[in-house]
């Protein structure tokens, strides 16, 4: 049970590329999750979804997309990076029981 | 809408004493609360969850936090801390319909040191 996984761990972009950051989750869980975070600002919501095919924006959705085809993966696109993307983002899945997310190790992106 | 305000951007404290970690929040209805906690280069882990019920909440690690309505607050507690709790700790906020949807403060690096 590997719980939630990330890819790349580590990426450098040049601005305005673009790049997709992986995330899968083995625990069957409906609703899934993408964050950002940055010193001194916690955490913010950029897209969620609770379900194949259903997504919604979060706090801060601009310059980000995202799909949803199946249970397990929930990945997240960079559509034209800018340098205030650089951030570490996380990936997170929710147990509807318990109310437990459980996080991936993050990304940590730069962008130059 | 949903706020998170964590009182203290750094709380250092030596070995087996006690402490406290501050959190306030604001919302017009119902609240599910959280604490998580997050080790160097990792992701973030579950400390505790206040969803009903019971105000005083046990955690893992020896963590406790108190609900308190009247002052907003869910402070974080633990009796005697050891070296392997220096980590940065994240209060949230959610909605019970959106707990998937949660709204951090922006945490407290506790240093606790020999």
């Known amino acids: 049970n590997a719980g939630v996984t990330q890819t790349p761990k580590f990426q450098v972009l040049k601005t305005g590329q673009s790049m997709t950051l992986q995330c899968a989750q083995d625990?069957?869980?409906?609703?899934m999750s993408w964050y950002r975070q940055d010193p001194g600002m916690g955490l913010r919501l950029i897209h969620y979804?609770?379900?194949?095919?259903?997504?919604d924006q979060g706090e801060v959705p601009n310059g980000y997309n995202v799909s949803r085809s199946t249970t397990e993966d929930f990945p997240l696109r960079l559509l034209s990076a800018a340098p205030s993307q650089t951030s570490v983002y996380f990936c997170a899945s929710t147990d509807r029981d318990s109310y437990e997310q459980y996080f991936g190790p993050g990304t940590r992106l730069t962008v130059t | 809408a949903q706020s998170v305000t964590q009182l203290d951007s750094q709380v250092p404290v030596f070995e087996e004493a006690p402490v406290e970690l501050r959190c306030n929040y604001s919302s017009s209805v119902s609240v599910y609360l959280f604490w998580y906690v997050q080790y160097p280069n990792q992701g973030l882990q579950l400390l505790l969850k206040y969803l009903s019920g019971s105000t005083l909440v046990k955690g893992i690690n020896g963590f406790e936090a108190e609900f308190n309505k009247s002052q907003t607050s869910f402070h974080l507690r633990k009796p005697s801390v050891h070296i392997s709790d220096t980590a940065e700790y994240f209060c949230?906020?959610?909605?019970?319909?959106?707990?998937?949807?949660?709204?951090f403060g922006a945490g407290t690096r506790l240093a606790v040191h020999p």
């Open positions: 625990m069957n869980h409906e609703y």
């Open positions: 949230a906020v959610s909605d019970p319909g959106g707990y998937n949807k949660l709204i």
């Open positions: 979804s609770v379900g194949a095919g259903i997504t």
